[in-house]
């Protein structure tokens, strides 16, 4: 087979054009290397510049991870991505891989008709959802009712949940799976504030401060205690109810309550003390204090004649000695309610105290601040009840005792420094119980404790007459 090869200058059209003048058109032409590097060339600028249009223009809009819904299409972009070859050489090499490239720009194309459809799929199921909520979420208010905070925080935590202008595929599926909790956060707080609307359009009613308490038989009994009982009650009542409660019934539970709570400030002593219930009720102080241990089922009772009174916090009771006078009686009763709505400091362990004595006596400093306590009720409610015209004394007040309370009255001491002073006192007297001073009363127990936790220990057994030369708040 004859073979040209082409002179410097003569190029292969040229070559083409002589052979078909010698009628040799079967004869095969090989391309110069200039030819070939030409055209090498000019596939791989094509191939790059469709490579880098395609990376910064449509490829730009596939994000690296697949949104719901077009799984499929996205993952046709990823697998057209990676067939693309890593290093083309070759001219054939260059058309490979711009024929990838093509396949990859077609998956792109297909990519972003899909997404685009789905984003109207989600935008449109949005849009949906939050038509049909909007009217209930505009019932909220910008900031929470009082009686309303817990429940209305909750919306605001659902909202917080939510994107607040959801632009991707991604965006609205998260708002659209929010939407369940904001609805149900929502419909609580609407229903919350409905149930409050009725709790408050009935207190507005029959309340403590209620238009139409007057309408009561007994309002006018109720001191602010009683009045915060009226008015829980009442709210728990219409809290309960499925709706409003028709204002004829409303009042006849209101008057109900009214007549319990004004019972709360009766004790059973009347009986045995006549007239000891219209006396105490002369004391805020006092009847308070009734009111709120009857309230919690604190038994109130008469002791047994001669056998003193008590206070009994483990069973909740208050006895009272009915052979004392009644303005005794009435001391007696301000003095024990004292003890028995008083929390005093924690007493010391064993475990804690450096010897028995130090124990002991920590522990009958904390009953006397008790007592102490009591007796700073008493005072108070006497000088309620005199200032009112009703005789009332103090228990064992000899002058000392009202002398502290009228230093506290005037400012010269405060409240805790009243009761401590008090609690001194308590150690020159005797209970009116058992007939014995409170420093042995007390400290009895303390040293059978102390005993009983060191029962194996003969040296740190102690004996009640360590209380004798026993001096508190030293």
């Not at 939510?162 to 904001?182: G, H």
Request: hydrophobic fraction near 40%.
């Amino acid at each position: 087979m004859l073979q040209f090869f082409s002179p410097r200058g003569i190029t292969g059209e040229d070559q083409m054009g002589i052979l078909q003048v010698l009628g040799l058109r079967s004869l095969k032409v090989v391309p110069s290397d200039a030819e070939q590097g030409d055209a090498l060339a000019i596939a791989k600028k094509k191939y790059e510049d469709d490579k880098r249009a395609l990376e910064e223009g449509d490829l730009t809009k596939v994000p690296a991870k697949a949104p719901a819904g077009v799984e499929s299409a996205h993952a046709a972009v990823v697998a057209a991505r990676k067939a693309l070859p890593v290093a083309p050489k070759t001219a054939s090499d260059y058309a490979a891989a711009s024929k990838a490239l093509a396949a990859l720009a077609k998956t792109v194309a297909a990519y972003l008709v899909a997404e685009a459809a789905a984003l109207a799929h989600v935008k449109k199921k949005y849009d949906a959802e939050k038509l049909a909520l909007d009217p209930e979420l505009l019932q909220v208010p910008l900031g929470p009712a009082k009686g309303l905070e817990a429940v209305y925080g909750t919306v605001t935590s659902a909202q917080g949940a939510m994107p607040a202008d959801p632009k991707t595929i991604d965006e609205y599926v998260a708002a659209i799976k929010a939407f369940p909790a904001l609805k149900k956060s929502v419909a609580a707080y609407l229903k919350a504030a409905a149930k409050k609307k009725i709790v408050d359009d009935g207190l507005g009613e029959f309340g403590s401060s209620g238009s139409k308490l007057s309408e009561l038989n007994g309002h006018e009994k109720l001191n602010d205690e009683q009045k915060r009982i009226l008015d829980a009650k009442l709210g728990e009542k219409l809290g309960a109810s499925a709706g409003a409660i028709p204002e004829k019934e409303l009042k006849k539970i209101a008057q109900r309550i009214v007549e319990k709570t004004n019972k709360l400030a009766e004790t059973p002593l009347d009986k045995k003390i006549p007239g000891i219930n219209d006396k105490l009720a002369k004391s805020e102080t006092l009847k308070t204090n009734i009111v709120k241990l009857q309230a919690a089922n604190w038994k109130i009772k008469v002791n047994a004649p001669g056998k003193g009174s008590f206070c009994d916090k483990v069973n909740k009771t208050i006895a009272i000695d009915p052979s004392d006078p009644i303005d005794e009686a009435l001391g007696g009763l301000a003095h024990e309610t004292g003890h028995a709505l008083f929390s005093p400091p924690p007493k010391p362990t064993v475990k804690d105290s450096a010897s028995g004595v130090e124990y002991v006596r920590k522990c009958t400093e904390v009953d006397f601040i008790d007592e102490g306590e009591a007796q700073f009720v008493a005072c108070r409610a006497t000088g309620e009840l005199k200032a009112d015209g009703v005789g009332a004394k103090v228990p064992a007040d000899g002058g000392e005792f009202m002398a502290i309370y009228v230093k506290f009255t005037v400012g010269q001491i405060s409240e805790d420094a009243a009761r401590k002073e008090m609690a001194k006192q308590f150690g020159k007297l005797i209970t009116s119980t058992t007939k014995e001073s409170y420093l042995i009363y007390y400290g009895r127990g303390h040293i059978a404790s102390w005993n009983a936790a060191h029962k194996k220990d003969a040296a740190q057994q102690l004996n009640e007459s360590i209380l004798a030369t026993m001096t508190l708040f030293p």
